[in-house]
């Protein structure tokens, strides 16, 4: 994505727990707001990391995330998982 005068920005994951997260949406300025409150709408948890978020939007719509960045991206997915209160199955507190 061009740098040039982006005041926002986000990025989508999916991720189905078996393979690598896929980049499923990502937008600049108000398509990035569209993609936010559609979140919010849906109860979506939100992460803000400008650094990540920048480079995963370097990634191609529908490509996983390179192996690079698992670290960086579990440690945002088991964040989401507590806020929805989802854990996974074998977990045991």
């Known amino acids: 994505m061009n740098n040039k005068q982006i005041k926002s920005l986000a990025?989508?994951?999916e991720y189905?727990?078996?393979?690598?997260?896929?980049?499923?949406?990502?937008?600049?300025n108000d398509l990035a707001e569209k993609i936010?409150?559609?979140?919010?709408?849906?109860d979506i948890?939100?992460?803000e990391d400008k650094s990540?978020?920048?480079?995963?939007?370097e990634?191609?719509?529908?490509?996983?995330?390179?192996?690079s960045l698992y670290r960086a991206v579990?440690?945002?997915?088991?964040?989401a998982?507590?806020?929805t209160g989802k854990f996974p199955k074998d977990f045991k507190p």
């Open 52 to 57: 990540l978020i920048s480079i995963l939007a």
């Open 36 to 42: 936010i409150a559609l979140a919010h709408e849906h």
């Open 16 to 28: 189905d727990g078996d393979n690598a997260p896929v980049i499923t949406a990502k937008g600049a």
């Open 45 to 47: 948890p939100l992460h």
């Open 81 to 83: 998982y507590i806020l």
């Open 11 to 13: 990025v989508a994951l």
């Open 74 to 79: 579990a440690e945002v997915i088991a964040f």
């Open 59 to 67: 990634i191609d719509l529908g490509e996983e995330i390179p192996e």
